[in-house]
């Protein structure tokens, strides 16, 4: 598999954390992938074959060709039907809010289409990023539809995306009812905002933000031991590390080795 990244232009540098790209012709066999939730939420557009969804037990469907993919709470499984084709752009939490035409709320665990989001400029948009040639042609096109929509956004929620940047700088070890002290905002308030424009909620963010600082040196093989990795990252003891380890993954730390996750293994390795 081939994943590249690309960085978007200033004008969106606050909103898109990146576009990215993943290529694959291998005619092997077609196994299942693990994708850890990471509080982002997603804009994709497959120019090669569709993905398969894993839902409860062994129901699945297929995605959308051109989706908006919002916050997922669970690990979620997803299986190639043929040759991958993908690019995307990958919001900040909280980033994708101006540019929903639902609550965010409403995508969580859900892949939406772009026609079912926008209607007919979804589906021209879907058309001309899935049929451009280049990668840079790509990004232009969602780079002028999502411009567009940042110019008729009157009010962007800095109190939310101060709580998001503050809670990635401390890799989620600060408590809820701190983050509302430093932002001078009641605890009630912060997390009623702070869910309508992430999708998440503040501790649930928390709790996935603290699990990627340990994901990425663990999928990189940069640690000792996965005690010393747990305690180094604040969590109070083991079976609370195990506990949260097993909501966002679906494994136990001793199984994840074993487990399908190559595709979360190419964005760790990218950073």
């Known amino acids: 598999m081939n994943y590249q990244t690309y960085m978007p232009s200033e004008a969106l540098a606050g909103f898109v954390k990146c576009y990215w790209t993943l290529e694959d012709e291998s005619a092997g066999p077609l196994q299942r992938q693990v994708i850890v939730p990471?509080?982002?939420?997603?804009?994709?557009?497959?120019?090669?074959?569709?993905?398969?969804?894993?839902?409860?037990?062994?129901?699945?469907?297929?995605?959308?060709?051109?989706?908006?993919f919002g916050q997922f709470t669970v690990p979620l499984s997803i299986a190639p039907t043929g040759r991958t084709g993908?690019?995307?752009?990958?919001?900040?939490?909280?980033g994708f809010m101006p540019f929903c035409t639902l609550p965010v709320t409403a995508l969580e665990d859900r892949a939406v289409s772009l026609e079912d989001l926008y209607a007919q400029e979804g589906a021209l948009l879907s058309s001309a990023v899935v049929e451009a040639?280049?990668?840079?042609?790509?990004?232009?096109?969602?780079?002028?539809?999502?411009?567009?929509?940042?110019?008729?956004?009157?009010?962007?929620?800095?109190?939310?995306?101060?709580?998001?940047?503050?809670?990635?700088?401390?890799?989620g070890r600060m408590?809820?009812?701190?983050?509302?002290?430093?932002?001078?905002?009641?605890?009630?308030?912060?997390?009623?905002?702070?869910?309508?424009?992430?999708?998440?909620?503040?501790?649930?963010?928390?709790?996935?933000?603290?699990?990627?600082?340990?994901?990425?040196p663990l999928l990189?093989?940069?640690?000792?031991?996965?005690?010393?990795?747990?305690?180094?990252k604040d969590y109070y003891d083991q079976a609370h590390f195990i506990r949260d380890f097993r909501e966002f993954t679906g494994y136990t730390p001793k199984q994840f080795y074993g487990a399908q996750l190559e595709l979360s293994r190419l964005f760790y390795s990218a950073g």
Do not use: W
Not at 86 to 94: C, T
Not at 179 to 190: F, G, P
């Open 133 to 171: 040639g280049t990668v840079a042609q790509k990004i232009g096109h969602v780079e002028a539809f999502l411009l567009c929509r940042v110019l008729d956004q009157k009010v962007v929620d800095e109190i939310a995306r101060a709580t998001a940047e503050l809670m990635t700088g401390v890799n």
């Open 86 to 94: 993908i690019f995307a752009a990958r919001f900040y939490p909280g």
């Open 175 to 216: 408590p809820i009812g701190k983050l509302a002290e430093t932002l001078a905002i009641s605890r009630r308030q912060l997390e009623r905002r702070f869910a309508s424009v992430v999708g998440l909620s503040p501790k649930q963010l928390s709790k996935i933000i603290r699990l990627q600082a340990v994901l990425k």
């Open 220 to 232: 990189r093989g940069q640690f000792d031991n996965l005690t010393a990795l747990a305690y180094d």
């Open 38 to 68: 990471d509080g982002c939420m997603e804009m994709i557009f497959h120019d090669g074959d569709l993905y398969r969804q894993y839902l409860d037990g062994n129901n699945s469907i297929i995605q959308p060709r051109c989706f908006v």
